[in-house]
């Protein structure tokens, strides 16, 4: 079985400031993915950015960068550059068979 | 490109009553899965069908059902409604069932049971 926690309900950021969610996990599989997700008001979920376990170098996607400790078990998103768009819930999430989400992280971004 | 379609978007429903909603996904995705959202128990995995056949269910009730059609479409039935099934149900759509795919999800149906 696999669990995935976040243990941040709620971050706020300055605009333009950057912004660190956690997230760790616990599974038992060799083979697994993980994910950050986000949620917007319009409830539509989209993947922000995707690890595969077997992968030390920590994924990137443009403002999007995560930091994977594998040892730790632990996978947090860091966000650079906070724009209001980015405001959402923010939820991580592991991958074997199926998908197993954490609890999100409600983001706000300050203008 | 269209996206995942979930019909319908809002839906009332009377306890004791079943439902019925709708996933159509991308165009050439072979795998759909179901997850149920709500403020206390948040994401939870229902179930995952791939070419016509469920390959993965969660735990649910058997009152939780499902299928995938030869164009993939797929439908999820909730039968005797509980007050309790009063969430956001979200049908997620990826290319195959390999490991790592990314799923993309529909905008969900919002079940309410009175």
């Known amino acids: 079985a696999q669990t995935v926690t976040q243990s941040q309900p709620e971050m706020s950021v300055q605009e333009a400031e950057t912004v660190t969610l956690s997230c760790t996990y616990d599974?038992?599989?060799?083979?697994?993915?993980l994910f950050w997700y986000k949620q917007p008001p319009s409830r539509q979920m989209i993947l922000v950015i995707r690890?595969?376990?077997?992968?030390?170098q920590n994924a990137t996607e443009n403002r999007f960068s995560v930091n994977f400790q594998k040892a730790a078990k632990s996978f947090s998103l860091k966000i650079s550059d906070s724009q209001l768009g980015d405001a959402a819930m923010y939820f991580c999430?592991?991958?074997?068979?199926?998908?197993?989400f954490g609890t999100g992280t409600r983001l706000t971004i300050i203008p | 490109k269209a996206g995942v379609t979930q019909t319908p978007r809002y839906l009332i429903k009377t306890r004791g009553q079943q439902v019925t909603l709708s996933c159509s996904p991308i165009?050439?995705?072979?795998?759909v899965s179901w997850y149920q959202q709500t403020p206390g128990q948040g994401l939870q995995f229902l179930f995952e069908?791939?070419?016509?056949?469920?390959?993965n269910k969660g735990n649910f009730p058997g009152r939780f059902s499902g299928r995938q059609f030869s164009n993939s479409r797929s439908e999820m039935n909730v039968s005797t409604l509980e007050l309790g099934d009063s969430a956001l149900y979200l049908c997620?759509?990826?290319?195959?069932?390999?490991?790592?795919?990314?799923?993309?999800f529909g905008q969900g149906t919002r079940l309410t049971v009175v």
């Open positions: 690890q595969e376990a077997y992968k030390q």
């Open positions: 069908y791939f070419s016509e056949t469920q390959r």
């Open positions: 165009s050439g995705h072979r795998s």
């Open positions: 599974t038992s599989e060799s083979d697994y993915y």
């Open positions: 999430a592991a991958s074997n068979e199926k998908l197993t």
């Open positions: 997620a759509s990826s290319l195959d069932n390999v490991l790592g795919t990314e799923a993309f």
